[in-house]
C-alpha cells in the first residue's frame, strides 16, 4: 500500500458519540439504523457524517431502505466532482497515460545527460517530474491532514473546555500538549482528534524524510 495516500474513510457522530467509522458503505448503514431508530424522537442528537481525509461533513440522501441510500451513492455530488477531477486530470493524448507532447528547451549539456539514461529521454523526464512531484505531495498533503483534524475540531467540539488552547495545540504541532487538554473530553471525539492528528504526524515525518533526502 502507497503509504503516502490519505485516509479514505467515513465517520458518523451523533452528537459528542461516535457511531461508526470506516468504510463509508458500513458508516451509511449505521447512520441510518440511528436515523430510523430516532426520527420522531425530538431529543435525538443531531447525525454528522464527516469525511475524514478533508474533516469536513457530508450530507447524505438517507430517506428510504438501506439499499436506496446506498445507491444514491453514485449520484452524490462529491464523487461525482471526484470523477470530473480525474477525467480532468487525465486529458487528451495516449489511453489510460495521457501523454501530452510539448517542446521542452534545454541546454546541450542536458540533452547529453538524458540521451544517456536508460530508457530514453521522454521516460527520463516523467520520472525525474514523478519523483519531484511526490516530495511536493507529501508536503501538501501533511498540512491537508492537519487541517482535516482542525475542521473536524471546529465543527463537532467548538463547545467543549480547552478548546481554544487545543486549537493552538494542533496548529503548533504540540501533540503531548493537545493530548492533556482533550483528556477529558468525550470519548468519541478525543478518539477521532487523536486518530486524525496521528494521521498528520505520519505524513508530516514522510514530508520531513523527503527533505532530508532531497539533493
Known amino acids: 500500500m502507497d503509504q503516502t495516500q490519505p485516509i479514505e474513510t467515513f465517520t458518523a457522530f451523533a452528537g459528542h458519540r461516535c457511531l461508526a467509522s470506516g468504510a463509508l458503505e458500513e458508516v451509511l448503514l449505521e447512520a441510518k439504523k440511528y436515523v430510523d431508530r430516532t426520527e420522531s424522537d425530538p431529543r435525538a442528537a443531531p447525525l454528522l457524517v464527516f469525511e475524514d481525509r478533508t474533516g469536513s461533513p457530508v450530507d447524505f ?10 445507491e444514491r451513492l453514485a449520484f452524490h455530488p462529491l464523487f461525482a466532482s471526484r470523477e470530473a477531477a480525474e477525467a480532468k486530470r487525465t486529458g487528451p493524448g495516449r489511453p489510460k497515460l495521457g501523454v501530452i507532447s510539448r517542446e521542452v528547451s534545454l541546454l546541450p549539456r542536458h540533452w547529453d545527460w538524458l540521451e544517456q539514461q536508460r530508457g530514453g529521454i521522454s521516460v527520463t523526464l516523467r520520472a525525474l517530474v514523478e519523483e519531484a512531484r511526490k ?6 498533503l501533511a498540512r491537508k491532514a492537519r487541517e482535516a483534524a482542525g475542521k473536524f475540531m471546529w465543527t463537532i467540539a467548538g463547545d467543549l473546555p480547552n478548546f481554544e488552547e487545543a486549537a493552538r495545540a494542533l496548529y503548533a504541532k504540540d501533540e503531548k500538549r493537545l493530548e492533556q487538554l482533550i483528556r477529558r473530553w468525550p470519548k468519541g471525539i478525543k478518539e477521532h482528534v487523536e486518530r486524525l492528528v496521528g494521521e498528520a504526524a505520519r505524513l508530516e515525518a514522510l514530508a520531513a524524510l523527503d527533505a532530508h533526502m532531497s539533493p
Open 135 to 140: 516530495r511536493g505531495q507529501n508536503t501538501q
Open 61 to 70: 440522501d438517507l430517506h428510504g431502505t438501506p439499499a436506496e441510500a446506498l
